[in-house]
């Protein structure tokens, strides 16, 4: 998965293409509890989305201005749309990440 390197760069890729970014941290044991099978959703949506991870702490003022206040979190975007949200600061199973992905209206 990429990592966000810059408030450009999310821009960018919010704007052009389809998207998914994962806001996460080092720290966060839910967020690395996703570690195991997110290469496995990565491949399996690979036609449909690019992945981004996002570091909430670098980026805490990106978070705040998205009402992300609890991680792992996901948005998604198409060409600077909002597709949707799986926000919370809950565990998300596979399965829980899978069916957000699948929901998501992809033109």
């Known amino acids: 998965m990429k990592n966000l390197q810059s408030l450009e760069e999310f821009q960018q890729l ?3 293409g389809t998207h998914v ?3 996460t941290a080092d720290w966060c044991g839910d ?6 099978f997110l290469p496995e959703i ?3 949506y690979k036609d ?3 992945f981004v991870s996002v570091d909430r702490d670098e ?3 990106l978070c705040q201005e998205l009402d992300i206040f609890g991680i792992p979190s996901f948005v ?3 060409d600077g749309k909002e597709l949707g949200r799986f926000v919370s600061k809950d565990r998300k199973t596979k399965e ?3 069916n957000f992905l699948d929901k998501l209206d992809v033109q």
């Open 14 to 16: 919010k704007n052009n």
């Open 21 to 23: 970014f994962l806001f």
């Open 31 to 36: 967020c690395r509890f996703l570690d195991p």
């Open 42 to 44: 990565e491949e399996k």
């Open 48 to 50: 449909k989305f690019t």
């Open 59 to 61: 980026f805490i003022e």
């Open 76 to 78: 998604a975007f198409q």
């Open 96 to 98: 829980e990440v899978e």
